[in-house]
């Protein structure tokens, strides 16, 4: 398999070239040159195949053979070494449950991956690859957790100083090794600036190999085409699921619309975005504007000028009728965002985090107007993670789960940094 860059000024590269660059040299994401179909027996064995099967047929084609097959079995079965169990919620609502992994957000799927493949490919490299990456609170603690200890890769954090959750904060500075963490006095929006000029910085070029960890590369991208078939293992209704995504830089729902391209039977998206709404907008109009990120309590998503939104059109072939047939947006607010983790908690039981509410929200609207269809919302992160959100609400704490429990006692490290590139520029050239 070869990738192209969406901005076409740039040679076509296999899967290897592709992971460790990051982005095509001319600023454009890469893209698959074709969709490979799901096998016969992928579609009709799903239910029973174990998940690391799954994983490895769905995306041995991506891979080509920059990997050997008994290294990607292996790098499978350690990417989903964890549950993705599909949960009733309502009668028509089921929630598959992406947080059962180390640090309890979807994101460590795709982490997990890049990172065992990007360790792979940095033995036969001469220079270790420095992943540069800005977070806004899952990404960094994924990434920190999926790369730990990979030899021949270093991992550099950004993150807004004050600006994460605590337990998140946890997740990026305690693990020490090949991670560090720098703690940006300024907000998001800074982070990624400093990262993006470091990427056109000829002299930190000259001096290491950057990569980025975030959906734009194709290793983290494509792997979470899994979610889904692992959705369809559990779903036992006749009629395909309507499946609705919380985004934010669509890199998810995107890997979704691949999946649906390849033979996974799933009816219709819903795009469910907060206030952040560049998307949903143009799902309904037909015209995309870009626009400055606003904060919402659903912070994963909040994200102006998502990056996989032209991978989605090139996908329809630049067609708004074809997108549009298959995929409908939702804006959910701050206030239906709390009402929704409310009444569900209330009514069922079952405690949503803030991204997963947008969605359940957001599929509730669309099966209201489409009585017939049942569905799936992505559950994208634990309750916990987001106390700040989730306990007034309810108006009692969540528990923290075991596999974060031993994080609580650790010691922060992390390095202050200006939110000026100098300051980025110096640590780098160091
Ligand atoms: C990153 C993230 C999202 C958004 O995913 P995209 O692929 O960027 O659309 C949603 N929910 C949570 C909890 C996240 O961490």
Known sequence: MRYYSLNKQAPAVDFQTATIAGQAPDGGLYFPERIPKFSPNLLHNLSTMPRAEVAFEVIRPYVGNTIPEDVLQKICAETVDFE???????????????????????????????????????????????????????????????FLGVEGVEVVILYPSGKVSPLQELQLTTLGQNITALEVRGNFDDCQRLVKQAFLDPH???HRQLTSANSINVARWLPQQFY???????????????????????????AGLLAHASGLPIGHFVAACNANSAVADYLRTGTFSARTAVVTLSNAMDVGNPSNFGRILELFGQS???????????????????????????????????????????????????????????????????????????????????????????????????????????????
């Open 320 to 430: 708004h009728s074809g997108v549009s047939q298959l995929v409908s947006g939702a804006i959910i607010s701050d206030q239906q965002t709390k009402e929704t983790i409310r009444r569900v908690h209330q009514a069922t039981g079952y405690l949503l985090d803030p991204h997963g509410a947008v969605a359940f929200k957001a599929l509730e609207d669309y099966l209201a107007d489409h009585p017939t269809d049942q569905g799936i919302f992505l559950e994208t992160a634990h309750p916990v993670k987001f106390p700040e959100v989730v306990e007034p609400v309810i108006g009692r704490m969540v528990p923290v789960p075991e596999a974060v429990q031993g994080l609580l006692s650790r010691t922060k490290h992390s390095i202050l940094l200006e939110p000026e590139y100098a300051a980025l520029q110096e640590f780098l050239l160091r």
């Open 204 to 206: 930190i070029a000259a």
């Open 84 to 146: 993705f169990p599909l949960v009733p919620v309502t009668e028509r609502i089921a929630a598959l449950e992406l947080f059962h992994g180390p640090t309890l957000a979807f994101k460590d799927v795709g982490a997990r991956f890049m990172s065992r493949c990007l360790g792979y490919f940095s033995r036969q490299q001469k220079e270790p690859v420095t992943v540069l990456v800005a977070t806004s609170g899952d990404t960094g603690g994924a990434v920190a957790d999926g």
């Open 228 to 254: 889904y078939c692992y959705a369809l293992q559990q779903w036992t209704q006749k009629s395909p699921p309507v499946v609705a995504v919380p985004s934010g830089n669509f890199g998810n729902i995107c």
